[in-house]
């Protein structure tokens, strides 16, 4: 476990362009909250105890808060560069920490929560991705400026906030589940 905090902590990760597609991007984002939905579902019943993977503790609260708020951030990021503004820079601590909340009982109540609030913001992507042609999604302001089209594909790999806890991989064919009970292995 990471016990400093330091916003430049990730940022090598961070700085690298993801690999984008041609095709079209608009579904890319409600399919990935689809398939945290569909990992989720497995985490009722939770147990209580954090999974220690990639130098943080993760549980179902945090990996949901870290999926809508990755959502948000980006959507709002595309939103500003749409209306020629500039983005607001990221200051939160994001996944370097673990809130008090995030360890609470993960519940049905707290899945249905988090499907309305990650299919909303799932569609969203999806409406106004929609309504964008290559050269916008396309269109790198400066050099070291993400395109939108790699916004997406970036904001797309959201599923490994949920992967971090367990569960199925469909994309790769793979399965993993949590670590065995006490073990903490990563």
Known sequence: ???????DQFSAGYAARPAVTDAD??????????EVLGVAEMWLGWDGRPVCRDGNAWTPHKALRRVADHL?????????????????PDRWHGR?????????????????????????????????????DALALDARP???IWTIREIVHH?????EYAHMIGGPRPRDGSAQ???PPGTGAP
């Not at 991007?25 to 409600?30: G, I, M, T, Y």
């Not at 249905?112 to 929609?130: F, I, K, M, P, V």
């Not at 904001?155 to 599923?159: E, F, I, L």
């Open 155 to 159: 904001v797309s790999g959201v599923t």
């Open 1 to 7: 476990m990471v016990r400093y905090l330091t916003i």
């Open 177 to 179: 589940g949590p670590p």
């Open 72 to 88: 948000l951030d980006h959507l709002a990021e595309i939103e500003c560069r749409l209306a020629g503004q500039l983005t607001l």
């Open 25 to 34: 991007v608009a579904p890319l984002v409600p399919a990935s909250v689809a």
């Open 96 to 132: 370097m920490v673990t809130l008090d909340a995030d360890f609470a009982r993960f519940t049905e109540v707290d899945l249905d929560e988090a499907t309305s609030r990650l299919t909303r913001l799932g569609a969203c992507h999806q409406a106004r991705l929609s309504q964008l």
């Open 142 to 144: 400066a050099a070291e």
